[in-house]
């Protein structure tokens, strides 16, 4: 399953904000612990019959309305909990071909407060009522999956440290689709960043094996392998030649236990 024109959407609503929309890893936005945290009210799930369309997500840039057009079962459950297509396991062989329109609004937001959030808490704001109106019941277990590890390539890294060492957390990141290609640009980006966004390319973990540390600016642009063919002798390389060619880096197959997060039980959404 490719979930390329879902990052298209998301992205034409980050970079509206700019680049600098930042995704803070594991160090929690400055929410106070006294009050509560911004939750959606409402969510419509619409079955989408069109049989065609654009899968795509779209959160507008206060933070408040989220909107999912023409999405699977799974493709939600990758983006609420932030994981991808092989870290998924047991979706009901029903929700296949089914496709829904889902919206979901803070009805008095805290405009302040949704400001301060970082990606992940966003997600997290939608899991409650995905599981409830799916009906979701699942559990974690770790399989042994194939996976990438990104290594050093020969000839070393052609990544450059950043200015300041002194930030934590996931740095910047900023996608960009292009007609023929697609750039990636990082500023202030560990490593463990970098392969988390490359597995979203490649819909397979990728375990950071390169042993770099601190931060790091790169910029990555790389073809499609469906618009391969019709792209000019000069367009950009595929996706493994340009992580090759212009980060020094290299996706090495191998095989790793991956957490997986495994459906017991769905059902079709209940009654708006």
Same mark, same amino acid.
Request: net charge negative; with cysteine.
């Given at each position: 399953?490719?979930?390329?024109?879902?990052?298209?959407?998301?992205?034409?609503?980050?970079?509206? %904000?700019?680049?600098?929309?930042?995704?803070?890893?594991?160090?929690?936005?400055?929410?106070?612990?006294?009050?509560?945290?911004?939750?959606?009210?409402?969510?419509?799930?619409?079955?989408?019959?069109?049989?065609?369309?654009?899968t795509a997500f779209?959160?507008?840039?206060?933070?408040?309305?989220?909107?999912?057009?023409?999405?699977?079962?799974?493709?939600?459950?990758?983006?609420?909990?932030?994981?991808?297509?092989?870290?998924?396991?047991?979706?009901?062989?029903?929700?296949? %071909?089914?496709?829904?329109?889902?919206?979901?609004?803070?009805?008095?937001?805290?405009?302040?407060?949704?400001?301060?959030?970082? *990606? $992940?808490?966003?997600?997290?704001?939608?899991?409650? @009522?995905?599981?409830?109106?799916?009906?979701?019941?699942?559990?974690?277990? *770790?399989?042994? @999956?194939?996976?990438?590890? @990104?290594?050093?390539?020969?000839?070393?890294?052609?990544?450059?440290?950043?200015?300041?060492?002194?930030?934590?957390?996931?740095?910047?990141?900023?996608?960009?689709?292009?007609?023929?290609?697609?750039?990636?640009?990082?500023?202030?980006?560990?490593?463990?960043?970098?392969?988390?966004?490359?597995?979203?390319?490649?819909?397979?973990?990728?375990?950071?094996?390169?042993?770099?540390?601190?931060?790091y600016n790169l910029?990555?642009?790389?073809?499609?392998?469906?618009?391969?063919?019709?792209? $000019?002798?000069?367009?950009?390389?595929?996706?493994?030649?340009?992580?090759?060619?212009?980060?020094?880096?290299?996706?090495?197959?191998?095989?790793?236990?991956?957490?997986? @997060?495994?459906?017991?039980?769905?059902?079709?959404?209940?009654?708006?």
């Amino acid at each position: 399953m490719r979930i390329k024109d879902i990052f298209l959407a998301i992205l034409i609503s980050i970079c509206a %904000t700019s680049i600098t929309s930042a995704q803070t890893a594991s160090t929690p936005a400055t929410v106070s612990a006294q009050s509560t945290p911004p939750a959606y009210d409402v969510m419509t799930i619409k079955p989408n019959v069109t049989g065609n369309g654009s899968t795509a997500f779209s959160l507008d840039t206060k933070g408040d309305h989220f909107i999912a057009h023409h999405v699977s079962l799974k493709q939600i459950m990758q983006y609420v909990y932030n994981l991808n297509e092989d870290s998924i396991a047991g979706v009901p062989a029903q929700f296949d %071909t089914l496709r829904f329109d889902i919206e979901a609004k803070v009805v008095e937001p805290d405009l302040d407060a949704l400001k301060k959030m970082n *990606s $992940e808490q966003r997600r997290a704001m939608l899991r409650p @009522l995905v599981t409830e109106r799916f009906q979701l019941k699942t559990h974690t277990e *770790s399989r042994i @999956l194939p996976v990438y590890e @990104l290594v050093v390539a020969k000839g070393g890294p052609k990544c450059k440290l950043s200015d300041d060492q002194t930030k934590l957390g996931w740095g910047d990141i900023g996608l960009y689709y292009n007609r023929s290609d697609i750039k990636l640009e990082g500023r202030g980006l560990p490593m463990a960043h970098l392969a988390k966004t490359l597995a979203d390319q490649v819909h397979r973990t990728v375990i950071d094996k390169t042993g770099l540390a601190g931060n790091y600016n790169l910029t990555l642009q790389w073809t499609p392998d469906d618009r391969l063919a019709s792209t $000019e002798a000069d367009s950009a390389p595929s996706f493994y030649t340009a992580v090759q060619e212009q980060l020094g880096l290299k996706l090495q197959p191998a095989k790793a236990p991956v957490e997986v @997060l495994v459906v017991d039980h769905a059902a079709m959404p209940s009654d708006n």
